[in-house]
Nanobody, 119 residues
Framework: QVQLVESGGGLVQAGGSLRLSCAAS????????MGWYRQAPGKQRDLVAA???????SYADSVKGRFTISRDNAKNTVYLQMNSLKPEDTAVYYC?????????????WGQGTQVTVSS
């Protein structure tokens, strides 16, 4: 069973920074991709950033140049460095791990961590 545990959320003023961590049970190298999603109240859960097994990354347009996703295979941890935070970044942030199978992708989720950016 895959477990993903997020940490690092909190309250920060606009312009500040936070670093989220996602610790996985077992080797993260087994996942085809890992990513961070966020969900604000009343809105759908959206992809913020992703990192694939080959190391390539992708970002939502709204966070490009401000957020950086990275991973440490030795620690089985994925990070999201968030700089120049804005009030609109306020949301619950979820860690995701994905494995592609012959039938369909299999997704695993963490419990989420709250990020609140005050103006």
């Amino acid at each position: 069973q895959v477990q993903l545990v997020e940490s690092g959320g909190g309250l920060v003023q606009a312009g500040g920074s936070l670093r989220l961590s996602c610790a996985a049970s077992g080797r993260i190298s087994r996942f085809n991709a890992m990513g961070w999603y966020r969900q604000a109240p009343g809105k759908q859960r959206d992809l913020v950033a992703a990192i694939r097994s080959g190391g390539s990354t992708s970002y939502a347009d709204s966070v490009k140049g401000r957020f950086t996703i990275s991973r440490d295979n030795a620690k089985n941890t994925v990070y999201l460095q968030m700089n120049s935070l804005k009030p609109e970044d306020t949301a619950v942030y979820y860690c995701n791990a994905r494995i592609y199978t012959l039938e369909r992708p299999v997704d695993y989720w963490g419990q989420g961590t709250q990020v609140t950016v005050s103006s």
